[in-house]
């Protein structure tokens, strides 16, 4: 549990009377004439309501303002705590808190009134997951209240961390989706804000609820190992204070602290690396808390000349701060048989990395070394709900890295970032135009995943390039929104060429007759479905066809008989034409998986099938070369090469061949152990009707750790 918040977390699980609640209220914060004031108001407006558990309903605004009393100790957010959920629950107006709280309380209460009301109402579209559209809601109408202050935010987290401690009270389906929700939204925002007192103790408290099993393991073993790790802390702990005296420092001038990482973390380790508990060498850590920054370095020479430090854990956060505004030198080392991961930062620091934009209320630090651009800069308005959702919480939820440009100005990027994630981090136009890169000085791809640390210079065209089939591999959502909106433009350009193109081989007529036809039919904003939508096609065809006929000045047995549009099947592919198609073939320069969109070009009797956003096909579709309607064949096997970490476990393969089994998949090879980095790696290729990757490696997530799945399907290859 967090230091920071751990005794008044333990207090507010044993409060349960509003006398309780207003004495641990006034223990945390000096009770102000308006913070009585605000208190009187909110039990009188809650009289008589009660909580799931049974307890008086004051007494949870009464806990949430405690809370932000620890975290914030601003006066103006703890009476906005005790009023936030009197103007939703009570005939009370927010006017009334206007007028006798001030504007400062009224709007913050106004913001956190909104986000409820936002919550309850009936703004599902149809057809979508009800769950993810009612988190997506809450969080972004919570970043839309937030950009004009973002003290909306903490005593939001705040409520939620209170909501978390007294979920017990609620059915278990009701937990789960709290949790849930707490852990994909709240969770993310209170590690942008920087408070990780509160990031640290919602994750620990969603993960009891959403995976029991994962967390009694980890606690189980944590707890039957606790005396083991208190001595070897309070050994190293000793070792280090000596050297620190030693090396200059005045005794009680530092100070060092032992802690067990917090359960989530250790969780989402195992899960990522594949291991087991009993696997991750760095369940340990210490702080060390000096009173300069020069002096964080001083103690990491100290460390590192007495404890043989692991080099490629070393990160300086002091020089270069996250945009959250941490500021910690991070190093790991070996202690005989111990390793020790050990976090090096001044008082001031420390204040920031608990409590981060709070700290700027709570310890008066003047402006406050968080960025919340973030806030303003997301792109609230040009998603659906569940697209917004999607994008931001990568932004918001992963762990950052640090790069540079060449003239040393650092970005911040979340881990697993590209160089095209940095080109758009940099500038929309650079990253538009990004045509290269060198990474360290050496060349690189634009897909290449960048680290923390790396020097990135972007090699730019004269003219935009589309990326439109690397929207998937970007991680950031300024990168994939600025991509999408660019490629649904052009891929409706290239349909509405297409369409044309099509109809003009249907036709046998020249793509301006054709032009001229659409317009007269009214057809002109729709006709791009053409090439999208076969039912669309014919239906367009048909009506040529009819007008043709009306417009005939010869009687009906002298006409030539209708062009009628036939079915070409191929291996891969189907065709729809007027006239006969004998062949399929490629071209070089583009190389369409199974499902990408893709377009076809008339060269006699032969079909040439392009990717649609093939530079290439670009040309010749602007050349007016005649295509042909066309799409993938029906379901067939998709062939898949997966690479598994396996439990050392008895009976670990056949647990996974058994699965494959049940999901009606076929093996065809199998490599185990030999000639694989590790004996527990296992790489299969395997075939399935399944054609969507994503929800394939979905299928193997639940059981299996899956550390690469690659496509083999490639239609060139058949």
């Given amino acids: 549990m967090n230091p920071a918040l751990e005794p008044i977390v333990e207090l507010i699980h044993a409060t349960k009377t509003v006398e309780e609640a207003e004495k641990l209220l006034y223990e945390t914060i000096d009770p102000s004439e308006r913070i009585v004031e605000a208190l009187e108001f909110a039990k009188k407006a809650h009289e008589g309501q009660a909580r799931k558990s049974g307890e008086p309903y004051v007494v949870h605004p009464i806990l949430v303002a405690a809370i932000t009393a620890r975290i914030s100790a601003d006066e103006t957010m703890v009476v906005a705590a005790l009023l936030h959920d009197v103007v939703e629950d009570t005939p009370h107006t927010i006017e009334e808190i206007r007028e006798r709280f001030g504007e400062d309380v009224a709007k913050l209460v106004e913001g956190l009134t909104k986000i409820v009301e936002i919550r309850e109402s009936e703004l599902i579209p149809s057809g979508s997951d009800e769950r993810l559209v009612s988190s997506a809601l809450s969080f972004r109408k919570m970043l839309i209240c937030s950009i004009e202050d973002v003290r909306v935010l903490v005593i939001k987290l705040c409520d939620r961390l209170h909501n978390m401690l007294t979920l017990d009270a609620l059915p278990p389906q009701k937990q789960h989706r709290i949790a849930e929700e707490t852990l994909v939204v709240y969770a993310p925002i209170a590690h942008r804000l920087g408070i990780s007192a509160l990031k640290n103790m919602l994750e620990d408290l969603s993960f009891y609820y959403l995976f029991p099993k994962e967390y009694a393991k980890i606690d189980a073993y944590i707890t039957s190992h606790s005396q083991d790790f208190q001595i070897k802390l309070n050994d190293f702990i000793s070792k280090v204070k000596t050297l620190m005296v030693h090396s200059g420092f005045k005794a009680g001038s530092f100070e060092i602290f032992g802690r067990i990482k917090h359960y989530y973390s250790i969780y989402l380790k195992m899960q990522r690396k594949g291991i087991g508990i009993d696997e991750i060498l760095d369940l340990l850590a210490v702080r060390i808390l000096v009173e300069k920054p020069i002096q964080c370095y001083d103690a990491l020479g100290t460390l590192h000349l007495h404890f043989k430090p692991l080099i490629a854990r070393f990160k300086d956060y002091v020089a270069l701060p996250k945009e959250n505004g ?217 009506r040529f066809l009819e007008s043709k006929k009306a417009r005939s000045l010869l009687p009906t047995i002298f006409q030539l008989p209708p062009r009628r549009i036939k079915r070409y099947n191929f291996e891969n592919f189907v065709i729809h034409a007027a006239d006969g198609v004998s062949k399929v073939e490629f071209d070089y320069c583009c190389h369409p998986k199974r499902n990408d969109p893709i377009v076809a070009f008339r060269f006699g009797n032969r079909a040439v099938v392009h990717h649609k956003f093939c530079e290439k096909a670009y040309s010749w579709i602007r050349k007016r070369t005649p295509m042909l309607f066309v799409e993938w064949s029906e379901s067939r096997l998709m062939r898949y090469r997966i690479l598994i970490t396996l439990k050392d476990e008895k009976g670990a393969l056949a647990k996974l061949l058994g699965f494959l089994a049940k999901i009606d998949t076929n093996v065809i090879s199998i490599k185990l ?40 399907t490639d239609a060139y290859k058949q």
């Fill in 326 to 542: 941490y500021q910690t030198l991070h190093t790991t080392v070996f202690d005989d048989t111990s390793i020790i991961e050990a976090q090096i930062r001044t008082y001031e620091m420390h204040k920031m990395a608990e409590y981060g934009i709070a700290a700027h209320w709570k310890y008066k630090l003047g402006e406050s070394a968080v960025n919340v651009e973030w806030l303003k800069n997301l792109q609230y308005q040009n998603e659906s709900i569940e697209e917004f959702y999607e994008l931001v919480k990568n932004d918001l939820y992963s762990e950052d890295i640090s790069v540079f440009t060449p003239a040393g100005d650092q970005i911040t990027l979340p881990r697993g970032a590209t160089v095209l994630d940095f080109a758009y981090a940099v500038h929309t136009q650079v990253g538009e135009r990004a045509t290269a890169a060198l990474v360290n000085k050496r060349a690189a791809s634009l897909l290449t995943e960048l680290k923390n640390g790396d020097l990135v210079r972007i090699i730019t065209a004269d003219h935009p390039i589309y990326h439109c089939t690397w929207i998937d591999a970007v991680k950031t959502s300024r990168a994939k929104s600025h991509m999408r909106t660019r490629c649904n433009q052009r891929k409706k350009e290239i349909d509405r060429m297409s369409a044309i193109n099509i109809l003009s081989d249907t036709f046998n007529l020249l793509p301006p007759e054709v032009e001229e036809w659409v317009h007269e039919a009214g057809l002109g904003d729709q006709i791009y479905r053409v090439a999208r939508d076969l039912s669309f096609f014919k239906e367009v065809v048909n």
């Fill in 673 to 712: 152990g030999d000639g694989l980095a590790q004996s527990n790696l296992c790489e299969l290729v395997i075939e399935s009707k399944e054609h969507d990757q994503t929800r394939m490696k979905a299928l193997l997530e639940r059981r299996f750790k899956v550390i690469e799945m690659v496509n083999l």
